[in-house]
T-cell receptor
C-alpha cells in the first residue's frame, strides 16, 4: 500500500542545535517533494521544494535532501531558534496526472531556549 | 497582494444542515485545491479545480460533497446534510496557472457539526 510517514513523536531540541526531520514513503514515484511549516490554527506555508533529480537543496538555515533509492527526504534546520517551533509537513507531488499532492501527518518540533 | 482568503473562519452547523465554504485564490492564480485536516492527521486532498472545471476530484466523498470554481467569484466547497464526522479544518490552496509547484494556503475554515 502507499504510505508517507513522518516521525509521529514530537522532536525536542535545544536552541542552537540542528533539527533533523525525516520523511519516508513507499509505493509512490513523486516528481518532487516539498516541505511546509504549519503553526497552530493556520494554513501550511511552503518552505522548500526538491526535485527527483536533485540530491540537496538549501535555503538560509534550511537544508533538504532527497534520496529516491531509499525513498526518503531529510529536512534540517541549523542553528535552531524557539521561533522554529511548529509542525513540519512533508508532501509528495506526483508527476503524472500531476495534480495531487500527498501530505504526511507532520512532525512537531519544539525548540527550547 | 492579498493571500488566499477563506471564509468563514469558523462554521458551526447542526446535523443535516448544509455547509458552504468559500475560497478566494491569490490574484492571478487560476488553480484551486481543497484539503481536509483532522486533528493529529495530515492534509487529505479532496479536489483540484481550474476556472469552471473540475480537474481531479478523486479525494472527494461520492455523496454530499461538491465543489465549484466559477468564472467569477470564489471557489465553493459545499457539504450537504452534514454529519458529525465532517467536523474538520478545511483548507484551500491556490497556485499560478502554469506552475503548480508551490501551493499557497489559506487560513482554513474550521467546521464543527453539532
Amino acid at each position: 500500500s502507499q504510505k508517507i510517514e513522518q516521525n509521529s513523536e514530537a522532536l525536542n531540541i535545544q536552541e542552537g542545535k540542528t533539527a533533523t526531520l525525516t520523511c519516508n514513503y513507499t509505493n509512490y514515484s513523486p516528481a518532487y517533494l516539498q516541505w511546509y511549516r504549519q503553526d497552530p490554527g493556520r494554513g501550511p506555508v511552503f518552505l522548500l521544494l526538491i526535485r527527483e533529480n536533485e540530491k540537496e537543496k538549501r535555503k538560509e538555515r534550511l537544508k533538504v535532501t532527497f534520496d529516491t533509492t531509499l525513498k526518503q527526504s531529510l529536512f534540517h534546520i541549523t542553528a535552531s531558534q524557539p521561533a522554529d517551533s511548529a509542525t513540519y509537513l512533508c508532501a509528495l507531488v506526483m508527476g503524472t496526472g500531476g495534480f495531487k499532492t500527498i501530505f504526511g501527518a507532520g512532525t512537531r518540533l519544539f525548540v527550547k531556549a | 497582494n492579498a493571500g488566499v482568503m477563506q471564509n468563514p473562519r469558523h462554521l458551526v452547523r447542526r446535523r443535516g444542515q448544509e455547509a458552504r465554504l468559500r475560497c478566494s485564490p491569490m490574484k492571478g492564480h487560476s488553480h484551486v485545491y481543497w484539503y481536509r485536516q483532522l486533528p493529529e492527521e495530515g492534509l487529505k486532498f479532496m479536489v483540484y479545480l481550474q476556472k469552471e472545471n473540475i480537474i481531479d476530484e478523486s479525494g472527494m466523498p461520492k455523496e454530499r460533497f461538491s465543489a465549484e470554481f466559477p468564472k467569477e467569484g470564489p471557489s465553493i466547497l459545499r457539504i450537504q446534510q452534514v454529519v458529525r464526522g465532517d467536523s474538520a479544518a478545511y483548507f484551500c490552496a491556490s497556485s499560478p496557472g502554469t506552475v503548480q509547484e508551490t501551493q499557497y494556503f489559506g487560513p482554513g475554515t474550521r467546521l464543527l457539526v453539532l
